[in-house]
């Protein structure tokens, strides 16, 4: 089975274009590091296309690929599920043919993995694609994801058309998929990645850990100069050479700190720059900060130095539940609305209506302690708000026989309803007694 995968521009697309400008810009930028120091074959940072997004970003850039990866890795913890639509909706159909494909979408990969590849081609690309492979009667079997710049996108006036170009050589064959993407602003039909806004935060936190390398690597700096001072007869190069041999003997390797002597008039001035100046602390804090901004993803959770300079225990746990409320619960959900295309696959065929809907009842960050529920559930049935099973239920056991009845409140009595009838709690009418002297 071949994969598929890519974002469709014609040659007049107004993303095309951009893309272009992301080029030039990139290419400015490494211009712009080159004035700051760097060498003419320093690399520079090509435009936002799939290749160079997974090249100089995700395989280069280890932010970015920390930011990447916590989506792709949580994304899973809300698996699709499949829900009656009209009848008891939430209770999942485990057993419908839509939840049986998705949660074996081929003979290779699980679920998980299925998932984990959509999230990382909508981060990289704007766009993700699974490859909807039918049996001989037309009813989908295997879901395969797929590869976006291998696919060419052909809209029509009211219908959009994919091709997949299993080696790349122009040559395209029909293919149905089902098509995922983030918001475009340029257009409605197409995504546009969360890497394309953290090119510039990338390119930046790339070229200055460029910049480093090369001063350690490539720049004849000398750490430390020995000038004569106030001395009157210049040294020959023998004594220079003689003078320095011993120097690095005594100070270099493990003597490295030890205090020196020198001669009256001699002078030792420090040239290099240290560990600590070349890092650029706060360019990495501003870049970094960007970086996961872009991806929506909180510094602390990848252990970025924005991050962790404010991280503890508690804000560690509140930032992992901002993720789930802020990125990943809207992203999951337009998931299950574009998923929805798999069901209408299987319209037709006596199958009932259904509904694609994410789980969150494994999502860690998103449930509640235990000892929280247990208080929960425990005012509620002391109340007679809810039943014996239904507290049950709520606390993770099962339902006894007999147990659909609701506690009486110590001194709570039954009163009339707006109909003026007494009932019981059970839901019955009670005997109506009465008296001459008024309601009992």
Same mark, same amino acid.
């Given at each position: ?17 951009? &893309?272009?400008?992301?080029?030039? +810009? ?12 760097? $060498?003419?074959? &320093? ?14 970003? @995700?395989?280069?850039? =280890? ?7 916590? #989506? ?10 499949? @829900? ?29 993995? %299925? ?51 299993? &080696? ?15 918001? *475009?602003?340029?257009?409605?039909? $197409? ?12 390119? %930046? ?23 004569? $001072? ?24 493990? #003597? ?54 404010? *991280? ?22 337009? &998931? ?12 037709? *065929?006596?199958?009932?209506? /259904? ?5 969150? *009842? =494994? ?31 709520? /606390? ?8 659909? /009845?609701?506690?009486?409140? +110590? ?6 309803? /707006? ?22």
């Amino acid at each position: 089975m071949g994969s598929l995968w890519s974002r469709a521009h014609r040659p007049t697309d107004p993303t095309y274009a951009e &893309d272009l400008v992301e080029a030039k +810009s990139a290419q400015n930028m490494g211009a712009f590091a080159r004035l700051l120091g760097g $060498g003419m074959n &320093d690399p520079e940072y090509p435009g936002s296309s799939f290749l160079s997004n997974v090249e100089h970003g @995700y395989a280069r850039n =280890e932010l970015v690929y920390a930011c990447i990866t916590e #989506r792709a890795t949580s994304i899973p913890d809300a698996p699709l599920r499949v @829900y009656d639509a009209l009848g008891r909706k939430s209770e999942p159909l485990e057993d419908h043919p839509v939840r049986r494909l998705i949660s074996k979408p081929n003979p290779l990969m699980t679920d998980v993995e %299925l998932d984990e590849m959509l999230e990382l081609h909508k981060c990289l690309a704007g766009n993700a694609f699974w490859e909807v492979v039918p049996d001989r009667a037309g009813r989908p079997v295997e879901l395969w994801p797929l590869r976006p710049d291998l696919m060419k996108v052909k809209r029509g006036r009211n219908t959009v058309s994919y091709g997949y170009s299993p &080696d790349g050589g122009g040559q395209y064959v029909p293919v149905d998929v089902i098509h995922f993407r983030m918001t *475009s602003p340029l257009d409605p039909l $197409g995504g546009m990645a969360p890497m394309r806004a953290a090119l510039r935060g990338t390119a %930046l936190d790339n070229e200055a850990t460029n910049y480093v390398t090369a001063l350690l690597q490539n720049h004849a700096i000398p750490g430390v100069a020995i000038t004569m $001072g106030t001395l009157e007869e210049a040294l020959d190069e023998s004594t220079t050479n003689r003078l320095t041999e011993k120097w690095k003997q005594k100070f270099g390797g493990r #003597r490295r700190g030890e205090p020196a002597f020198l001669q009256a008039g001699m002078d030792v001035k420090e040239l290099g720059s240290s560990l600590k100046d070349m890092e650029f602390p706060d360019l990495r804090t501003i870049s970094e900060s960007r970086i996961c901004m872009s991806f929506g993803v909180p510094p602390i959770l990848v252990g970025a130095k924005v991050g962790l300079d404010r *991280s503890t225990f508690a804000n560690y746990k509140e930032a992992r539940a901002s993720f789930w409320e802020e990125t990943l619960i809207p992203a999951r959900k337009k &998931d299950a609305r574009m998923a929805m295309r798999l069901a209408e696959r299987f319209a037709g *065929s006596g199958s009932r209506r /259904v509904e694609i809907r994410p789980d969150w *009842s =494994e999502v860690e960050a998103l449930r509640e302690s235990e000892q929280a529920r247990w208080e929960r559930a425990t005012n509620a049935f002391r109340a007679g708000g809810i039943t014996q099973n239904d507290f049950r239920r709520e /606390v993770g056991m099962q339902a006894v026989d007999g147990g659909d /009845v609701f506690l009486v409140p +110590s001194g709570v009595i039954a009163t009339r309803d /707006v109909s003026g009838a007494m009932t019981q709690l059970n839901g019955e009418p009670q005997q109506n007694t009465e008296t001459e002297g008024g309601d009992l």
